[in-house]
């Protein structure tokens, strides 16, 4: 199993790249795709779902082009979109029998099978329930539950935690664990630690470039020994936001505690600390704005 991104590259408007030449190539694991609003990891997403065609470059699914043969990776697919939308006046078995039917699944074994999925997704006790009346993460697990539906060999989930409560990211966290083995999971976040523990891989985009392709050791290696902390006093912190990259801010009886990501100490006595995803993630977007890519042009 081999997806193949080659040189992917996507405009919607005239000179501005929303992706611009990205390569990558995907063997079964979790790979989260990270990034700032606006990075461009909704428009691969949808170029890998078959949703949108790419300007340039072609997508290989197992050795087929999927611009000239999407079935081919539509019949192995499993998406959740980040505007997933639901029928309100549907209960969830009624909406995973509706998805079902427009994958063009018929099966005795279906109905065994959503009740099993409902119950992943712990929503088997309200199966019953209109989803109209359900809350933003109830909705988000059912979109993630009909994602699962063909059992697919290639699973791709746009911000799949959105709206859900810390209880339930840990219960989605779990899940993706006991789903990756023979399949490709692709997941869309903003937040690092969903995705810190359960990838195999992380891609980094941000304005439409692929920045980092690697594994979360290797990632955190390019901060090591570049983490610091340094106290400061209340009045110094926008001068500090100017010119460092901070990754936190806790109060303390003697000021503002910072955690900066800089390749020299800050301030002398600065302390180093141990480096987290998170700063690696900063250090890497923050390289970057430095380099000044002509950014993506929103106003238009
Ligand atoms: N249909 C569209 N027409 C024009 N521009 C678009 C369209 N969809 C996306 N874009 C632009 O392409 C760029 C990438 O957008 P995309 O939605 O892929 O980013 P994203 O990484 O998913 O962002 P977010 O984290 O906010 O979901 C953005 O600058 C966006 O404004
Ligand atoms: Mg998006």
Known sequence: ??????QVSKQYIRDAWALHEICLQLKPGIVGLLG?????????MRILATIAQPTSGAVIWDGTDIRKKPDALRRCLGYLP????????????????????LKGLHSKKLRPQMMELLE????????KRPIGSFSGGMRQRIGIAQALLNDPRLLILDEPTVGLDPEERVRFRNLLTDLSGERIIILSTHIVSDVEATADQLALLANGRLLNHSTPAELLHTVQGKVWSVVIADHELQEARRNWTISSTVRRMDGLQLRVVSDHPPLPGSTQVHPSLEDAYLYILSAREEAFIEPYPHHL
């Open 36 to 44: 700032p609003n606006g990075a461009g990891k909704s428009t691969l």
């Open 82 to 101: 980040q505007d997933f939308g639901v029928y309100p006046h549907l209960n969830p078995l009624e909406f995973l029998q509706y998805a079902a039917a």
């Open 120 to 127: 992943l997704v712990n929503l088997h006790d309200v199966i």
């Open 1 to 6: 199993m081999l997806l193949e991104i080659k």
